[in-house]
């Protein structure tokens, strides 16, 4: 399980959690920069290996129909953002917005795709970004002790980012929970990951950061319900799940004996601010003027918006880096309703192929592609409240992830049945 090698994976998953650790390091160079290049550059060196030799399937894996589909409907709504620098009211902020989306949140959509071939791969990406977000909340935790909260209250990898340390710690979390704890595992490997689990939401729940950890939450339950199916009478259950009982009773004790420590204050106290103040309190009363604002600029413009990168000057009157703080918001604003649309077609697109594709028979999806859905879940969770669309790219990364494990899925189990036939043929 924690066999770590260095790897395109790798590369890939430090680069998109480059942003929430670096400051800790403090290193001369741009961490998201350089993890950018040498992903791409792996990526790189794969493809021509893979041109140049006899590895038939991995071809097929990259002209799939299904991850055709989505990289056309992603490259329809990335022209769509760049046809809007012709009539957006902002200059400095919307150039700087789309040369990040056409760079850094471009590969963070299709690095899934160039970069994870096989489910060997696909567990390496998947297991690198929970150790990346491991090692980040032993470091927090760690020095909980010292500094519990700082001076803001908040609790961070290093600097001020309680938000980065908040996501990937839900992150780590749930891909421990869904890939590990629930699965049929070894019973060393579901005690580490539960041990793991409990270390992470320490971190989780010091940082302070709201959203991430009610969206944790929500997804959490989603996945402890969707574990228990009733068909045709009979009651499946799915494997692992008495360690996510061990692990909500675990969850609940330690977090009711941390918080007597006051480690928890801040998120007890912010969430509270929520039920208890005038429109929830200085920073949702903050939101709420961002989010009319934006309203009001898609009711005046609704087809086409007024721009990408153009909301600061509605709100600010300045052009700064601003925004709705809800992606729907943010693109409703800026690109109308044409923009919002094509986000959704290729957003929606690997859910309905999941969830609606009829060739799936199983009564519990598998274990990636659970791991996709809920990490996907719990991103476009908090695209809904945190952060402007580059800032929200693992929404994009975990988008394309459904749609790979999906097929890689599929492609094993047809392999797996042809062989069956074969074997049977034979006989």
């Known amino acids: 399980m924690f066999k770590f090698i260095i790897s395109g994976e790798l590369f890939f998953a430090l680069f998109l959690l480059a942003g929430y650790f670096k400051e800790a390091l403090q290193v001369p160079i741009d961490l998201t920069a ?8 792996c990526a790189v060196l794969r493809i021509g290996r893979t041109l ?10 990259m002209i799939s129909k299904k991850i055709m589909l989505h990289a056309f409907l992603f490259l329809i709504f990335f022209g769509f953002i760049w046809l809007s620098n012709y009539y957006t009211l902002g200059s400095k902020y919307s150039l ?3 040369l990040k989306f056409s760079t850094f949140t471009a590969w963070a959509f299709f690095g899934v795709y160039f970069l994870i071939n096989n489910r060997k791969s696909l567990r390496n990406f998947l297991k690198s970004l929970a150790l ?5 909340s032993l470091y927090t935790v760690l020095g909980l002790q010292k500094s519990p909260g700082g001076e803001s209250g908040f609790t961070a990898v290093a600097g001020d980012n309680y938000l980065g340390l908040g996501r990937s710690s839900g992150l780590g979390a749930l891909i421990f929970i869904s890939l590990y704890i629930t699965t049929d595992s070894k019973k060393f490997v579901k005690v580490l990951s539960l041990c793991s689990v409990l270390v992470i939401l320490t971190a989780l729940f010091a940082s302070g950061s709201r959203m991430p950890l009610i969206s944790f939450i929500i997804v959490f339950f989603t996945a ?6 009733i068909r045709k009478g009979i009651v ?3 494997k692992g799940f008495s360690y996510f009982i061990a692990l909500l009773g675990l969850g609940i004790i330690s977090t009711l004996a941390l918080a007597s420590t006051g480690i928890f204050d801040t998120v007890i106290r912010r969430l509270s601010i929520l039920f208890t103040e005038t429109d929830g309190g200085t920073s949702a009363e903050g ?3 961002r989010y009319k604002t934006a309203y009001e600029t898609w009711v005046n413009h609704p087809i086409f918006g007024t721009g990408v990168g153009s909301f600061p000057i509605h709100f600010d009157g ?5 925004y709705p703080h809800n992606i729907f918001l943010e693109l409703l604003s800026e690109l109308g309703l044409i923009g919002l649309l094509l986000f959704l077609l290729f957003i929606v697109y690997p859910i309905y192929i999941v969830v609606l594709n009829r060739k799936i028979k199983a009564v519990f999806l598998h274990s990636e592609i659970l791991t996709s859905l809920f990490c996907f879940m719990f991103f476009f969770l908090n695209a809904c409240t945190t952060g402007d669309i580059n800032d929200n790219r693992l929404l994009f990364t975990f988008s394309s992830l459904v749609v790979v494990s999906f097929v890689l899925t599929n492609r094993d189990n047809n392999v797996a049945l042809n062989n069956t036939d074969s074997l049977k043929n034979a006989s």
């Open 34 to 41: 350089t993890f950018f290049i040498l992903s791409v550059l």
């Open 52 to 61: 140049f030799t006899n590895k038939i399937n991995n071809r097929e894996n």
């Open 96 to 98: 700087e917005k789309t």
């Open 132 to 136: 990346i977000a491991l090692i980040m």
């Open 224 to 229: 402890f319900f969707t574990s228990v199916k």
């Open 236 to 238: 499946y259950i799915r």
């Open 287 to 289: 939101r709420i003027e």
């Open 318 to 322: 300045i052009d700064i880096v601003d």
